[in-house]
């Protein structure tokens, strides 16, 4: 008995699609192509081969082969050929040309050229016809091989791409569960591991259509990945039994698991069906999009461990509260970047001096743990300085010559003020920030006349500007990152901020609240406001 002629990429029986107006010769070759195991379909005519075609196409069951005689009644076998391969949904069908009459080289140049992959004349040994057609089989074989594993080393290089992009750890994890499931054609999990309690997990958009995991599924999922870690630095691909597995994350039945581990004991998992790979060749392919997402991860958990030191760092450093200031209302706000965005500098300081209430506001350049830190020293140097001499002059003066001692390559923006409640006379100094917003309570808020270069330029500042707020007046200080958006002058963002002040209600608390809902929302920086108002009360003399 012969071997089965198996199909090219499912290891079933291959199909071959015999197209011959002489019904004798079809019979003759189905017959010795059935004994080789292949699935005859006989056709007699090129219009009854695209018709053949076009049914099994829709149906998703094309042919593995067609063995085309080169005199059909109404088409050639060479033009029947040229249509096939015309069509990107046939032109993977291997087509072998036959003929009775003899052939030459012409004939055979011409099957060539139309596209077919071997001419055979007949009639021919029955072996010879089965071992051209194995070596069509096979040549199909491999050219899909090739196509395949391009194209899933193409997936595979985009899905690096996007995981090398993304902003945060849940953000990995999705874009790898979205590749994973690219990869294999199923559902896929992937969970990114930092300490004992830290797990972030992403669903791809198939493995979401499964069912939401419920309960403790997370923490169960976790505790099995953890049982079956590789050693720091390695790459491990395991099988669980779906009984194990919560079947709420890629369906029921086993499921592969393939982790990555850094050095630094951040671990990745990719989870898969088993079913997904039961070819065996998306394997290798899983195992190195693993590797990548790991690679992506660490740099994502230090910047996030780094981001969660610089919020403790500011949140325990920037005032919770403000002390009472007779004959002033002062409120603030702080609101830190969204969580895909960079830590900042900003801060904000109300102080009473035998001169008055000092107040500030400012930025320090960068986006860094390194900028929190510095904006801590400005904060304590500006504490420290305001009890010998709270002019804010003299204070930019000294805050910038410390910047240039003890930070050389940092810069930083500030606004200082110097309010005497009883008078209601004001100085301001501006290191390159936002001059004041003033919002009198009768007339047009208008921004105070003051500015100057940045601080640790070493750069000489001019004088301070001078006002008078009037019982009633406001005064409004903000950091950029509540206005400035990209692509936007910022002069026009300041007269809208301009703008939705001047309708804002009387009280500080309620000016800010305003302004954050205007202005504050989803931000990728630092936010911080400070207002002040003189109370009605205070009697300001000229």
Same mark, same amino acid.
């Given at each position: 008995?012969n ?7 499912t290891?079933e029986s ?6 011959d %107006? $002489?019904?004798?010769n ?5 017959a010795?192509?059935?004994r080789?195991g ?5 056709v007699?005519?090129a219009?009854e081969?695209l018709?053949e075609?076009?049914?099994r ?6 042919p ?18 040229r249509r096939?391969k015309?069509l *990107?949904s046939?032109a993977?069908i291997?087509v ?8 030459g080289?012409?004939d ?7 596209? /077919?992959?071997a001419?055979l004349?007949v009639p021919a ?8 057609v194995?070596?069509?089989?096979r040549?199909a074989?491999?050219? $899909? ?7 899933r080393?193409?997936? &595979? ?6 995981v090398q992009g993304?902003r ?5 994890a999705a874009?790898?569960?979205?590749a994973?499931d690219?990869?294999t ?15 972030h ?5 198939h493995a @979401?259509?499964t069912g ?7 923490? !169960?999922?976790?505790v099995?990945i953890?049982?079956?870690l590789?050693a720091?630095g390695?790459i ?13 994350y890629?369906g029921?039945g086993d499921v592969?698991l393939?982790?990555a581990?850094s050095? %630094? /004991?951040?671990?990745?998992c &990719?989870v898969?069906p088993?079913?997904a790979d039961a070819?065996?060749r998306?394997?290798p392919l @899983?195992?190195?999009l693993?590797r990548?997402?790991?690679l992506?991860a660490e740099?994502?958990?230090r910047?996030?461990?780094?981001r969660?030191?610089?919020?403790t ?7 919770a ?5 007779p004959?002033?209302q002062?409120?603030f706000?702080?609101?830190?970047a969204?969580q895909?965005a ?7 300081a109300?102080?009473? $001096?035998?001169?008055?209430v000092?107040?500030?506001i /400012?930025?320090?350049?960068g986006h860094s743990?390194? #900028?929190?830190?510095v904006?801590v020293e400005i !904060?304590? #140097?500006l ?6 001499d709270?002019? *804010?002059?003299?204070l930019v %003066? ?7 001692h003890y930070?050389p390559d ?5 606004c200082?003020?110097?309010v005497?409640?009883d ?6 100094a501006?290191?390159?920030h936002?001059p004041p917003?003033i919002?009198p ?7 105070? =006349? =003051?500015?100057g270069p940045?601080l640790?330029l070493?750069?000489?500042? *001019?004088?301070p500007?001078?006002?008078v707020l009037?019982p009633?007046d !406001?005064l409004l200080?903000v950091?950029d990152g509540?206005?400035?958006t990209r692509g936007?002058?910022?002069a026009?963002?300041?007269?809208q901020?301009?703008?939705a002040?001047a ?5 500080? %608390?309620?000016l800010?609240?305003?302004?954050m ?14 207002a ?8 300001p003399t000229?």
């Open positions: 008995m071997a089965t002629a198996l199909h090219p990429r290891g291959s199909t071959v699609l015999v197209v %107006d $002489t019904a004798a079809r019979f003759a070759l189905s010795v192509l059935s080789a292949h699935v005859v379909v006989p007699a005519s219009g081969a018709l075609l076009d049914v196409l829709r149906a998703g069951c094309l593995d082969l067609a063995l085309v005689d080169v005199g059909l009644p109404d088409l050639s076998g060479f033009e029947l050929c096939v015309a *990107p046939l993977g291997p072998v040309h036959f003929s009775a009459r003899p052939s080289s012409v055979r140049c011409q099957g060539l050229d139309a596209g /077919g992959e001419y004349t040994e029955p072996e010879e016809i089965r071992a051209v194995r070596a069509a089989l040549g074989r491999e050219l $899909t091989a090739a196509q395949n594993q391009f194209t080393l193409t997936l &595979l290089s985009e899905a690096v791409v996007e993304a945060c750890l849940a953000e990995l874009a790898a569960a979205d994973a690219r990869l054609g199923h559902p896929a999990a992937v969970f990114v591991l930092g300490g004992e309690s830290d797990v997990c992403g669903l791809s958009r @979401a259509q939401l995991p419920r309960g403790r599924d997370e923490e !169960r999922a976790a099995l953890r049982r079956v590789c720091p390695g491990r691909s395991t099988v669980l039994p779906g009984s194990l597995w919560p079947a709420a890629v029921p592969r393939v982790l581990r050095r %630094d /004991g951040l671990s990745v &990719l898969t088993v079913r070819a065996g998306i394997g @899983a195992v190195q693993a990548a997402t790991v992506a740099p994502l958990l910047y996030e461990q780094e969660h030191v610089a919020l760092l500011q949140r325990s450093f920037l005032p509260q403000l002390p009472r200031m004959g002033l002062v409120a706000r702080y609101e830190p969204s895909q960079e830590i900042g500098g900003d801060f904000y109300a102080l009473p $001096t035998p001169a008055g000092l107040a500030g /400012g930025d320090v350049v743990l390194d #900028a929190a830190t904006m !904060r304590h #140097a504490r420290a300085y305001s009890i010998e709270p002019r *804010p002059a003299r %003066d000294r805050i910038d010559r410390m910047l240039q930070h940092t810069t930083a923006t500030l200082l003020i110097l005497d409640p008078t209601g006379r004001v100085q301001v501006n290191a390159g936002i917003l919002l309570e009768r007339g047009e808020p208008y921004y105070a =006349a =003051a500015a940045l640790g070493g750069l000489p500042h *001019p004088r500007a001078e006002l009037a009633g !406001r200080m950091t509540l206005i400035e936007t002058d910022l026009v963002s300041m007269e901020l301009r703008g002040a309708v804002a209600p009387a009280g500080p %608390d309620a800010c609240d305003t302004l809902s205007c202005f504050g929302q989803d931000r990728a920086d630092d936010i911080a406001l400070l002040l108002r003189v109370s009605p009360g205070v009697s000229a």
